[in-house]
């Protein structure tokens, strides 16, 4: 791996003259000092991709978010790890690529800007397609570019340059090649099919523009008088078939009564026919594998224009299909009965009710939990209606990525998921890719007065058909609509890198990208289509791995909603924690997929951690002032120490090896040996992990090696040589501090560049190698040895707390067993974190502490009242005796065990188990005043 090129540090972050000084730093951390300049620095001069370099590429597309929208803690999310794996990527080597942009979101800014023109009372319509997309223009230019400025603030190394928007001149060009393919390719076609259909915006809706919510309606038992009145009954009285709806109102659109093929209590109805209630039109009963048995009554009324699944028994049976409903939601048709016609839908399922009660028809209706689709901009009810659009034959496309799935080319993390994206594949159906608008790209079709069709020649697709001289003799129309926003997005892997410019440098270097992160919700809606178009236009996959995160909800596990106003601001945790304990608390809730639980304790956690990493960065700076205060910013720590000691003098290595270029083993304690085997086995653990996507899995790994090993037991231990100025431990401490800066730095990386910066490095964090593992730093004999210290220091705490004595207090101990040579040997550091004094051996009675095979010993004489303290140890060892006949009481009632959880049963053996080791060790102690 070569060095990486010389990068300067923020003017803020460069001292006025370099050097080695805890002053510098602040005493206290505080994110809004320093975060803003490394925030800007990142967005001004870009972490840009080198299309030409020999590095192997890695790049990932941030899943554009709306031009309209504001920074959520889902995007927050998101992006955090994205640039956490993007940094961890830049610092292995490779030419790391993380390209941002927004999507044009066709529905939500045309809904913004039509808002505004009504608060000046008009409509687009008063200002024509024309003048309204200006409008629309000038309001993405002013207000559009919201979001990637809050993405500036979490960090994200982004290339800057390469911002794209769904609607730039490029992209669109890739839109309409899309579409000339799949029309010539027979994929892309127009007809007549049932859709989502928003009465308040006027256009069809994609299922992702939809939200689903469980509503309280009613189900209704409606009578169908069969034609021949003596017809044996089915699953009513004689002469009828009764079916159980929802939608009471669309039974005049009814086309036929549907029943199981192996149902036999309607085998004697298929083939004959029954009266619509209200009406005195006629339909068939005939079977189909759709309808469910058990659910209602086991016939379902059958009305193709507003069912989806209708829709298909009706292709199946050659049925007509009819609207009742339309475009406004009102109900309309010569089929409806006068006495309802004009009525809002909902209104009119209130009067239709009322008059099927009149008339005898209703026989029942119950409350129903029935799920509605919402239209995710404009909160109303979507009617599903059937209607003339563009739609796309998938199940093609869908099959070349089921393949792909088979050849191991895209894989899903978790893998669980690989199944649900397999499943929607397999049972896909066409997409309707039209919408009514007029911000987005425009359908390149068109049409002659007789209707026919006419699209771009794919040799030539920029060319507009009325423009083409073969079609010079024609009154060509163009199609008014839009494309679905999806018909865009799903290509942006690579029209964002140049498609269909297959020759570009960006399209060879970095496509396909390497991995996309994004919501598991929505697998189905983008990452599937995204696979589609991937294969269907490029003939690769988009990319190689699906990371999936879980959605990120309240505290009570509800999604979150301006409507249920328990939505969070990541701006206000921002000011709060700082944006570092932030990323910790995203990273670290990010596990396996699963939604995450808003927990404040996460981000409070990330804040005391940053705390700890700046004092341990403080305590470093000051001992390195200290013992070396001829040190220069760019003068090697190494060369100065392995001067002081004799050793022989080495040129400095490569960026990153910065644990190789420590002093020879003579100079270091076993702290200092220790420790570096320790951290050079987390940084092969946390490498694994990162590569595996396991983000959360590396963060509290780093998280519970930095807080635990180095904070408090590493720096405690290298007090006592620091202080004897010991400089090989002085190169150790700041050795691994940097070491672990730069483990730490994708996931924090505003602390940790800042505190990189203070240790004397010119060069900015984000641009240094990431560590590696080097098996000759692993060091089981230190590791051993120094476990043996730790277990000293918990017994000698242990024994203070028995005795009744604080923590600050001295106590004189003594150290047997296997490892007492190597405590012995290592005393000062004993005796330093535990506050205690190693003697040769204790006379008299004592009390004694056994961790991991090594036991201290304390005296009671002099150190404590007998009298009392054998008050005190009886009266626990009388509590000890009742808990343990309590826990074996319970334990011992055949009505609790059969009744109580397996995990209570469990902890009454713990208890049992923990309290008798307590009471056989008191009772020993006490043996000795027998």
């Known amino acids: 791996m070569t060095d990486l090129p010389q990068d300067t540090l923020p003017e803020q972050a460069t001292p006025e003259q370099p050097g080695n000084d805890a002053e510098t730093l602040a005493r206290a951390f505080d994110p809004a000092a320093i975060e803003p300049g490394w925030a800007a620095r990142w967005r001004s001069e870009p972490f840009r991709a080198d299309a030409s370099s020999g590095k192997p590429p890695f790049s990932i597309v941030i899943p554009p978010p709306n031009v309209t929208g504001s920074l959520h803690l889902g995007h927050a999310l998101d992006n955090t790890l994205i640039d956490t794996l993007i940094r961890y990527k830049r610092m292995q080597g490779f030419e790391a690529l993380y390209l941002p942009g927004t999507d044009h979101a066709g529905i939500s800014t045309q809904v913004v800007v039509e808002r505004q023109l009504k608060e000046e009372g008009q409509t687009r319509f008063d200002l024509g397609r024309e003048a309204f997309l200006e409008r629309v223009w000038g309001w993405k230019a002013q207000s559009g570019g919201t979001i990637l400025n809050q993405l500036t603030r979490l960090g994200v190394s982004a290339d800057w340059t390469r911002e794209r928007f769904t609607m730039d001149e490029g992209l669109s060009k890739a839109v309409r090649a899309q579409f000339v393919r799949l029309y010539h390719e027979g994929l892309a076609y127009r007809g007549e099919r049932i859709v989502n259909w928003d009465p308040a915006s006027q256009t069809t809706l994609s299922d992702l523009e939809i939200d689903r919510e469980v509503r309280k309606g009613k189900m209704s038992t409606l009578s169908y008088k069969l034609e021949d009145p003596q017809t044996p009954a089915s699953n009513g009285e004689a002469g009828e078939i009764r079916i159980a709806t929802v939608r009471p109102e669309t039974i005049f659109a009814d086309q036929a009564i549907a029943v199981h093929p192996e149902d036999e209590r309607f085998a004697h109805l298929v083939g004959k026919k029954a009266r619509i209630p209200l009406t005195d039109r006629l339909v068939p009963i005939i079977a189909d594998e759709a309808v469910e048995r058990e659910f209602g009554v086991g016939a379902l009324k059958i009305t193709?224009?507003?069912?989806?699944?209708?829709?298909?028994?009706?292709?199946?049976?050659?049925?007509?299909?009819?609207s009742v409903i339309d475009l406004h939601g009102n109900l309309t048709s010569d089929l409806v009965p006068e006495?309802?016609?004009?009525?809002?839908?909902?209104?009119?399922?209130?009067?239709?009710?009322?008059?099927?009660?009149?008339?005898?028809?209703?026989?029942?209706?119950?409350?129903?939990?029935?799920?509605i689709g919402l239209s995710e901009r404009t909160k109303v009810p979507v009617e599903p209606i059937v209607s003339t659009q563009w739609f796309v034959h998938v199940k093609p496309m869908a099959q070349r990525v089921l393949e792909g799935l088979d050849a191991g080319e895209i894989a899903l993390t978790p893998e669980r998921y690989g199944k649900v994206n397999r499943d929607w594949l397999e049972n896909i159906r066409d997409w309707n890719i039209s919408r009514q608008l007029w911000w987005g790209h425009q359908i390149p079709a068109w049409y002659d007065e007789a209707g026919n069709v006419y699209v771009p020649d794919p040799e030539n697709p920029d060319l507009d058909c009325d423009q083409d001289p073969r079609y010079a003799h024609l009154n060509l129309r163009r199609d008014p609509d839009v494309f679905d926003t999806w018909f865009s997005s799903n290509l942006w892997p690579f029209s964002t890198l140049g498609w269909p410019d297959t020759d570009c440098e960006d399209y060879r270097k970095f496509y396909p990208t390497q991995v996309l992160v994004t919501g598991y919700d929505i697998l189905f809606f983008w990452v599937a289509r995204m696979e589609m178009a991937g294969y269907a236009m490029t003939g690769q996959a988009p990319f190689?791995?699906?990371?999936?995160?879980?959605?990120?909800?309240?505290?009570?596990?509800?999604?979150?909603?301006?409507?249920?106003?328990?939505?969070?601001?990541?701006?206000?945790?921002?000011?709060?924690?700082?944006?570092?304990?932030?990323?910790?608390?995203?990273?670290?809730?990010?596990?396996?997929?699963?939604?995450?639980?808003?927990?404040?304790?996460?981000f409070e956690q990330g804040r005391n951690f940053a705390n700890k990493l700046w004092n341990a960065a403080r305590f470093a700076l000051l001992r390195l002032s200290e013992a070396a205060p001829g040190l220069t910013a760019g003068d090697d720590l190494t060369r100065y120490v392995r001067s002081a000691v004799n050793a022989a003098d080495h040129p400095p290595l490569r960026s990153g090896e910065v644990l190789a270029q420590l002093p020879t083993r003579e100079d270091l304690t076993l702290a200092d040996r220790w420790i570096i085997s320790r951290l050079n086995a987390v940084t092969a653990e946390a490498s694994a992990q990162l590569d595996a996507f396991d983000i959360g899995a590396a963060i509290r790994t780093l998280y519970a090696f930095t807080w635990d090993e180095f904070c408090d037991w590493y720096i405690e231990a290298a007090k006592p040589a620091l202080a004897a100025g010991q400089l090989g431990t002085l190169a150790t401490l700041k050795a691994v501090l940097e070491h672990i800066l730069k483990l730490l730095h994708p996931f924090m990386p505003f602390i940790t560049s800042e505190l990189y910066a203070s240790l004397g490095h010119r060069r900015q964090l984000a641009l240094h190698a990431w560590p590696q593992f080097v098996p000759a730093l692993h060091d089981p004999e230190a590791t051993r040895a120094f476990d043996a210290l730790r277990a000293a220091v918990s017994a000698a705490r242990s024994l203070k707390n028995e005795l009744g004595l604080s923590p600050q207090d001295r106590l004189n101990v003594a150290v047997e067993g296997e490892l007492s040579g190597t405590v012995t040997e290592n005393a000062r550091v004993v005796e330093s974190i535990a506050r205690v004094t190693l003697v040769p051996a204790l006379a008299g009675r004592t009390l004694s502490a056994v961790e991991q095979g090594v036991t201290i010993r304390a005296p009671l004489e002099g150190t404590v009242d007998i009298a009392d303290w054998l008050g005190k140890q009886k009266k626990r060892l009388a509590e000890l005796d009742k808990q343990i006949k309590q826990a074996q009481g319970k334990l011992g009632n055949a009505g609790f065990v059969a009744r109580a959880p397996a995990e209570v049963i469990e902890e009454e053996r713990r208890r049992v188990q923990d309290f008798g080791a307590q009471k056989e060790r008191l009772e020993a102690v006490l043996a000795q005043f027998a």
């Not at 193709?304 to 009819?322: C, I, N, S, W």
């Open 304 to 322: 193709p224009a507003h069912d989806p699944t209708d829709f298909e028994v009706g292709e199946r049976h050659g049925l007509a299909r009819p």
């Open 339 to 371: 006495a309802f016609r004009g009525m809002e839908r909902f209104a009119a399922r209130k009067a239709v009710v009322k008059a099927l009660t009149e008339s005898g028809d209703l026989l029942e209706e119950k409350d129903h939990d029935t799920a």
């Open 544 to 602: 190689g791995t699906v990371m999936l995160h879980g959605l990120y909800l309240d505290a009570k596990g509800q999604k979150m909603s301006k409507s249920k106003g328990n939505g969070i601001d990541p701006l206000e945790l921002f000011d709060q924690y700082g944006v570092d304990a932030c990323r910790f608390a995203f990273t670290s809730l990010s596990t396996g997929g699963q939604d995450i639980r808003h927990d404040p304790r996460r």
